[in-house]
């Protein structure tokens, strides 16, 4: 039991932080907005999209590290490396391209292809492991594990349909569309991590008492 505890624990640290960086492709909406408020200016699109992907590779490679706390245990290291190294060559990338030629990352009120591929394929990759967790989950004879997938796999699909809408052509709509969307999936994966005693308990009795209704 306490070694479950703490690789829990463990996945649910990198997890949290992965997350966190994840959003970071948001962060420059706010910076903008208070830029406007406060300024009356707003970011160069260069800076911008460099903000937008900065902690792209940061984010797969935490989130890496938390899949492989719960899943694929035999491949870890492997998969670690892996992804450390293209987080290596992702944030050089950037980093020399905003220096030396930004439109390189993004211009206009669109990404380059380059980063919009780059960020399709960690999306991707998020999302597929992330499905695994949700499968492993669902397979489960324990209705707390089975309740968090449910809540993991909403949070998922919402964020492919937020990731295919930010990777669009930006406008006021789209900007609120995905905020909106965002707030939703970041509230169902935190209850498919974390799952609060009074969530949990309210749906597992409302669950408990309509298996109860069908075998009467």
């Known amino acids: 039991a306490s070694k479950y505890f703490k690789y829990k624990l463990k996945a649910l640290f990198f997890v949290g932080l992965s997350w966190i960086f994840l959003l970071s492709a948001f962060w420059p909406y706010s910076i903008d907005f208070i830029l406007m408020l406060t300024t009356g200016t707003a970011l160069d699109k260069g800076t911008y999209w460099f903000l937008v992907f900065l902690f792209y590779p940061l984010f797969i490679v935490l989130w890496m590290f938390g899949f492989t706390e719960l899943l694929y245990h035999s491949k870890r290291k492997i998969l670690r490396i892996i992804f450390i190294i293209q987080a290596v060559v992702g944030e050089a990338f950037l980093i020399i391209a905003y220096f030396t030629d930004s439109t390189l990352i993004g211009s206009g009120e669109t990404p380059s292809i380059i980063t919009s591929i780059y960020a399709m394929v960690l999306i991707i990759i998020f999302l597929i492991t992330g499905l695994l967790l949700v499968r492993n989950g669902l397979k489960s004879d324990n209705k707390e594990i089975r309740l968090k997938a449910i809540f993991l796999l909403v949070s ?61």
């Open 156 to 216: 998922f699909i919402l964020f492919g349909v937020t990731t295919s809408v930010a990777l669009g052509e930006e406008t006021e709509l789209s900007r609120i569309i995905i905020i909106s969307i965002l707030v939703i999936t970041a509230f169902c994966f935190y209850i498919g991590f974390i799952l609060p005693e009074f969530i949990k308990n309210r749906l597992l009795k409302d669950y408990s008492e309509k298996e109860m209704e069908l075998k009467v």
